[in-house]
């Protein structure tokens, strides 16, 4: 009996840790998107207006 509740507190522990891991990538990976996102976006920004100063 003793053995089954360490076994399924073991399974608990694997999957919180599984989550945290999954969660933190999931996290540097919505930081790196907003950077390269405004990146883009300012890219752009910045090609359009120096269009527009050149009567293109």
């Not at 933190?24 to 930081?31: D, E, G, P, S």
């Not at 090609?47 to 527009?52: E, I, Q, S, T, Y």
């Amino acid at each position: 009996m003793v053995l089954k509740i360490l076994g399924v507190v073991l399974v608990i522990w694997v999957a919180f840790s599984l989550l945290g891991a999954v969660f933190q990538f999931l996290t540097w990976a919505l930081v790196i998107g907003a950077v390269v996102f405004v990146g883009a976006a300012g890219y752009s920004a910045v090609k359009a207006r120096n269009r527009r100063s050149l009567g293109r």
